[in-house]
């Protein structure tokens, strides 16, 4: 039924238990899983961050990629065999909706609402904006 899962991940509470149904999942079905994380830098423009220092621009971007990179030892530790991570920027939910139909994904998994320390400069809470876009099924995890 699901040969690809993408799950929106962004280091909260929240994500790491959409992470925990999309590990299950891909498990079930021996699925391909797809850890993706958006940095939206427009957020930053409205913190009256003009123009954004590449210092913190820098931060947040570490701060995914560390984020991504964790997600996917812990699916692969858990027994995911074809696990990959990507750190996209841009609107969150138009970008993992986009990544989702261009890479074949037959699942969207994301947490209901996600609330980090960068809130917004993350994924954010946009699973409602994500059900609403795609044309695949997601799966709303609270």
Not at 2 to 13: H, L, N, P
């Amino acid at each position: 039924m699901f040969k690809k899962i993408v799950v929106a991940y962004d280091g909260s509470d929240n994500a790491n238990r959409a992470l925990d149904v999309a590990i299950d999942l891909a498990k079930k079905y021996d699925a391909k899983l797809d850890v993706v994380q958006v940095v939206d830098t427009s957020a930053l423009l409205g913190m009256g961050l003009a123009p954004v220092p590449n210092d913190l621009i820098q931060q947040v971007y570490s701060k995914a990629k560390s984020d991504v990179e964790n997600a996917k030892s812990k699916a692969t530790n858990q027994g995911i065999k074809e696990v990959d991570g990507i750190v996209l920027e841009g609107d969150p939910a138009s970008s993992i909706v986009e990544y989702s139909s261009k890479s074949g994904a037959n699942l969207i998994v994301t947490g209901s609402r996600g609330l980090s320390t960068f809130k917004r400069l993350l994924l954010g809470s946009v699973s409602t904006k994500i059900a609403q876009e795609s044309r695949i099924p997601v799966l709303i995890v609270k």
